[in-house]
């Protein structure tokens, strides 16, 4: 998933396939970087790649020992990086219109997260009009699967031009 050229937001009761192009990934990636949200700054959250055809994204983590115990990272900290893979994910395809505040988080902790560089990988599984359903996988610095993550979230119109 290493999409940098132009690429079609995703419709309504689609993931992607046969979009019509309205923006290309390169602008989308910029003014995400410009906008992102704050408290991704807590865990140098930042997107990596974006493939809007295919509903996917890719964030890179760097979560510090602060935010753990004994045996790992909390796992609040580890469900903030699957849900954010995954709202972000919401709003990039949507050309910023959309805001998927969730309304269902499942997560499921496989191994313990240690302090230390993550990817998540976020992919919208269904998008409607009001309501979407994504998943997510999170990732440690050696490719271990640390947690997956499903998420119903509810569709609410936002200004592109807000903050996010």
Do not use: N
Not at 57 to 83: K, N, S, T, Y
Request: aromatic share 6%.
């Amino acid at each position: 998933m290493t999409q940098t050229g132009a690429g079609p937001v995703v419709p309504a009761g689609t993931t992607g396939a046969a979009a019509p192009a309205v923006q290309d990934v390169p602008a989308l990636l910029a003014r995400w970087r410009e906008r992102r949200p704050r408290y991704l700054a807590l865990f140098a959250g930042d997107v990596v790649s974006l493939d809007v055809q295919r509903g996917e994204l890719e964030m890179a983590f760097e979560v510090g020992p602060q935010w753990g115990h004994v045996i790992g990272l909390q796992g609040g900290i580890v469900a903030g990086m699957l849900d954010s893979a995954m709202a972000q994910c919401l709003i990039l395809c949507s050309g910023f219109t959309l805001g998927p505040p969730t309304l269902e988080l499942k997560v499921s902790y496989l191994a313990p997260a240690r302090p230390g560089a993550f990817r998540a990988l976020g992919q919208v599984q269904h998008r409607g009009r009001s309501i979407a359903f994504a998943r997510a996988e999170l990732r440690d610095a050696k490719g271990a699967l640390v947690a997956t993550a499903s998420a119903t979230s509810r569709l609410v119109a936002r200004d592109p031009e807000a903050p996010l």
